[in-house]
């Protein structure tokens, strides 16, 4: 006869429905002394018996044992949803939008215990055919981040990202700003036309091309020599 394994130890039963081999092991109790168990699979019974036994030992280390059932999806929404909170609302914005288009489809389905750092290396590998480095960094970093949340949450024992080095990415876009020589050119060639005031003070100032397009000549100060001070241009005359 099979002897009955001790208390605290799990046990095994085959679930004809399902056929497997489900392992379940209690983790404590709710606040109505319900007991809260925690359950794995596998197609055999060895397989079964050593999940149960990476049970048992997060049990005995202390840490609370995650449900099965958490994914990679669910490490980056919680991630999404309550490690963002001191950032604007662009980057939060830029950053689900990251996570819903390629984090997520590429590793959400993925168990988090079982995510390994050859998934994400081969994943980041399939996003570098179609992002840049940058982004591919990014990504890194919101996957990152959202494991080592769920790891200080103990959801899962270790960081694998932190295994996983960012690969080279697409090529960005090609640079469409003037050389120092094609500036001194432009800033040559006076015709004396609006455009080449516009462009001028493009080139002086930095500004972006729909900052210029939105000044006008109160936003202009002029240096009055006799009162001493800078005043608007339409003031100044």
């Given amino acids: 006869m099979t002897a009955r394994r001790s208390r605290g130890d799990g046990g095994l039963h085959w679930d004809e429905s399902r056929q497997r081999w489900i392992a379940t092991i ?21 397989e079964a018996k050593d999940k149960l036994k990476e049970l048992v030992r997060d049990l005995d280390d202390g840490l609370a044992v ?3 059932g958490y994914t990679v999806a669910d490490a980056v929404r919680n991630w999404l949803k309550f490690g963002l909170r001191a950032r604007d609302d ?15 489809p590429g590793l ?21 055919k179609q992002l840049s480095t940058r982004s591919l960094e990014t990504l890194r970093s919101i996957l990152k981040r959202s494991v080592m949340r769920a790891q200080a949450r103990d959801k899962v024992k270790r960081n694998v990202v932190l295994l996983c080095e960012t690969p080279k990415g697409r090529p960005g876009r090609p640079s469409k700003a003037l050389t120092l020589e094609q ?10 036309t609006p455009m080449h005031a516009y462009i001028v003070v493009s080139l002086l100032t930095g500004a ?12 202009v100060v002029a240096h009055d ?8 241009v339409p003031e100044a005359g």
């Fill in 66 to 68: 995650a449900p099965g």
């Fill in 183 to 192: 500036a001194e050119e432009v800033l040559a060639a006076d015709d004396g």
């Fill in 26 to 46: 209690t983790v404590g109790y709710d606040g109505r002394g319900k007991r809260i168990t925690r359950r794995r699979s596998g197609k055999t019974k060895t």
């Fill in 225 to 232: 020599e006799q009162r001493q001070a800078w005043i608007p």
């Fill in 90 to 104: 662009q980057t939060v914005k830029t950053l689900t939008s990251l996570a819903d288009n390629h984090v997520i």
């Fill in 208 to 219: 972006r091309t729909e900052e210029m397009r939105g000044l006008r000549w109160d936003h």
């Fill in 108 to 128: 959400g389905a993925r168990p988090l215990r079982e995510l390994s750092a050859d998934d994400v290396d081969k994943w980041l590998e399939t996003e570098a």
